[in-house]
């Protein structure tokens, strides 16, 4: 009973230090670009390479290599507030072992060319009692940003839930996208990536730790050229992809679907009858918990001359994107390529739409909205542009 007792403690105690290893880990990238004065030299390193900016211009190549050890000074106190570590009472309070302080090693290398292709491999490793480590590796090659998925990963994502950083269904939506195990990796594109979205998870972070480096670098001829290896593209996800997917299922679900579309459609001009110009639909939409997203222009292929002649064709006209729409609302289109249709099934039935495939969108008219599903239109007005309300009934 004592040796499990012990066993019980132990697994405890690491998972706890695993979970601030993973925590440090996404604290180095997401802060490294965020921190506002007096860096700390590894996010110093961590940006510069983020930013393709050569550390040494007479290095050869732009080749360099690093490491670094890092004292990690951790506020229990704070981390035991907050709920990220749980609060013992004195009977359990071996459990509660978590050390004040943690030491990690980082090292890596990096390249960075005349072409402005930058490179690095990056590793962590922290090393605990009785000879067992935590490692993981990230790797950067151009605009892209690699990590490897594996428990530590795990990890983070459970934190940014705990953190209330990532909401249940959004966890649930990613971890059936994804494997941890397996060699498997996921990828970011840095190109337009925008770290402000994560400054207030940062700043609850640098609440937790205390980061104190000491970088040493070598840019001589002993550092030897590499290259981030090609990652097996069947085990390889993309971040961008999972977003949309997530999106697409967040839209099917209660509270955070759409429950109103408030659609303006716009001709540009120069002249509004012709059916070459740019015809374009706005969307303000409003999720059932009542945020709102102002959603991005679409442009539409279809011919709107005959409603700006007389507003009362509106109605009969296929002016609506059949999937798109219905994708808003959480539902899934279907094409049956014997009979070239699109439909939706409800109830174990088909519902077939018809209408004209352009640029393969299927467009439909608002009539076949009102007569095929429980969606309601209002608010319809056809003046300078043309507007109108798809809500759930």
């Given amino acids: 009973m ?4 012990k066993t019980t403690n132990k697994f405890y105690k690491i998972k706890k230090i695993a979970m601030i290893f993973a925590l440090l ?4 990238f997401l802060s490294a670009t965020l921190y506002s004065c007096d860096k700390p030299d590894i996010y110093v390193l961590i940006e510069n390479i983020l930013q393709n900016k050569n550390l040494n211009e007479k290095s050869p190549d732009g080749l360099y290599s690093f490491t670094s050890e890092l004292d990690i000074k951790i506020n229990t106190d704070y981390m035991r507030n907050v709920g990220l570590l749980p609060d013992f009472d004195e009977k359990n309070e071996e459990l509660d072992a978590v050390p004040g302080e943690l030491n990690f090693k980082i090292g890596g290398r990096g390249k960075n060319s005349k072409k402005g292709v930058s490179q690095f491999i990056i590793d962590f490793e922290l090393a605990l009692p009785e000879n067992e ?6 790797y950067k090659k151009d605009n892209l940003l690699y990590f490897e998925l594996n428990d530590v990963s795990r990890m983070v994502l459970d934190l940014m839930f ?9 966890k649930d939506l990613f971890d059936e996208q994804i494997e941890y195990d397996g060699g498997s990796i996921i990828c970011f594109d840095l190109k337009g990536f925008d770290l402000k979205f994560f400054n207030d998870y940062v700043k609850e972070i640098k609440k937790m730790f ?9 840019f001589s001829n002993a550092v030897k050229d590499f290259d981030v290896p090609d990652f097996d593209k069947e085990k390889t996800v993309y971040f961008d992809d999972i977003k949309i997917k997530i999106k697409q299922g967040l839209l099917k679900l209660p509270y955070y679907r759409y429950v109103e579309l408030h659609v303006v459609i716009e001709t540009v001009e120069p002249d509004k009858t012709d059916k070459n110009t740019n015809n374009f639909m706005h969307i303000l939409a409003i999720h059932e918990n009542g945020k709102v997203d102002i959603l991005e222009k679409v442009k539409l ?18 002016i609506i994107p059949m999937r798109y729409l219905f994708e808003l609302f959480g539902e899934t289109v279907h094409w049956d390529s014997e009979k070239n249709q699109a439909y939706t099934t409800k109830e174990n039935r088909k519902i077939i739409f018809t209408g004209p ?3 393969s969108k299927t467009y439909i008219s608002l009539l076949q909205l009102l007569a095929n599903t429980n969606y309601a239109i209002d608010s319809v007005h056809v003046e300078d542009y043309i507007e109108f309300v798809i809500s759930r009934k």
């Fill in 357 to 359: 495939v352009i640029n």
């Fill in 25 to 28: 880990v996404l604290t180095l």
């Fill in 2 to 5: 004592m040796k499990t007792t």
């Fill in 301 to 318: 292929d279809c011919d709107l001359s005959k409603i700006w002649e007389d507003p009362d064709f509106l109605y009969a006209a296929n």
């Fill in 133 to 138: 480590n935590l490692k993981t590796t990230v």
């Fill in 210 to 218: 205390t980061v104190k480096s000491n970088v040493k670098y070598d």
């Fill in 162 to 170: 705990s953190s209330g950083f990532l909401e249940m269904p959004v």
